[in-house]
């Protein structure tokens, strides 16, 4: 089974249209559309659970909900959030049950989504952003780790935790696991995040109770139209079993 999430950049308004719609055919082909039309045989490499940041009510509208809908995915909202910006869970499978909840401490209207499938929980967030949000994000991903804990079958944060390292390690997760540690560390897919010469790892899978085979981050090749990226954020691909 192999899930994707992805921080879209929909407040910046600057082709948003190009970058979206390039986005999700990078997502449900699995390569920037130009490489599946230049590929003889080609083959998709649709996920099976596709989880969004930053989606706002022009991009869900025309991109997001025709791109997943055609592909067979069940959506949760089922239309826009009432929020500027908002989160979205596809997925393949019936949906059991979905909510969406605001964090206790936010100055940003952030709260958790949480989406169940037979077998699996999904959330996914977009936690406080900026330095002076450090308190309230910690105190968000801290909500989330002991939602995940408290669970007894198979569940996964995918999202964007705007986390730094330290603040990471001050959470001390010991009971969750962070999906680009357990699969290596590897450096070439540390960076989710980039802007001039700074990067980081903001975006980040956890999970509990499942077996992870594969991680990766994509997205990093430029839109021709517009020599620029889809995003600010890099897209992330899981395949766990």
């Known amino acids: 089974m192999q899930l994707v999430t992805w921080n879209l950049n929909g407040l910046e308004d600057e082709h948003l249209d190009v970058r979206t719609e390039a986005a999700m055919f ?15 045989n080609f083959k998709p490499n649709t996920p099976d659970i596709v989880v969004l940041q930053e989606v706002v009510e022009r991009t869900y509208h025309a991109h997001i909900i025709p791109h997943l809908k055609a592909a067979g995915f069940n959506i949760f ?3 826009p959030s009432e929020r ?4 979205v869970i596809a997925v393949r499978q019936p949906i059991l049950a979905a909510n969406y909840t ?22 996914t967030a977009h936690l406080e952003s900026q330095k002076s949000g450090e308190k309230m994000r910690i105190d968000q991903a801290k909500s989330i780790l002991e939602q995940m804990n408290s669970q007894q ?3 996964i944060f995918a999202g964007d935790t705007n986390l730094r390292k330290t603040e990471w390690e001050s959470l001390n997760p ?9 699969t290596g ?6 960076t989710t995040w980039q802007h001039k010469t700074y990067k980081a790892r903001y975006d980040r899978i956890w999970y509990n109770n499942l077996t992870i085979k594969k991680f990766e981050t994509f997205g990093k090749n430029k839109i ?4 620029q990226i889809a995003s600010d954020h890099f897209g992330l691909r899981l395949t766990f079993e």
């Not at 990078?26 to 003889?40: C, F, R």
């Not at 401490?105 to 499938?117: D, F, V, W």
């Not at 560390?185 to 540390?190: D, R, T, V």
């Not at 021709?224 to 020599?227: A, P, V």
């Open 185 to 190: 560390a590897n450096k070439k897919h540390q």
């Open 174 to 182: 010991k009971k969750t696991n962070d999906a680009w540690e357990i």
């Open 84 to 87: 500027s910006y908002f989160e």
């Open 77 to 79: 909202p089922q239309k």
């Open 224 to 227: 021709t139209e517009i020599n």
């Open 26 to 40: 990078n997502i449900l082909l699995g390569v920037p559309i130009e490489k599946a039309a230049t590929t003889p």
């Open 153 to 155: 079958g198979a569940v």
């Open 102 to 123: 605001k964090f206790e401490y936010t100055q940003q209207g952030r709260g958790l989504s949480t989406l169940t499938i037979d077998g699996l929980t999904i959330l």
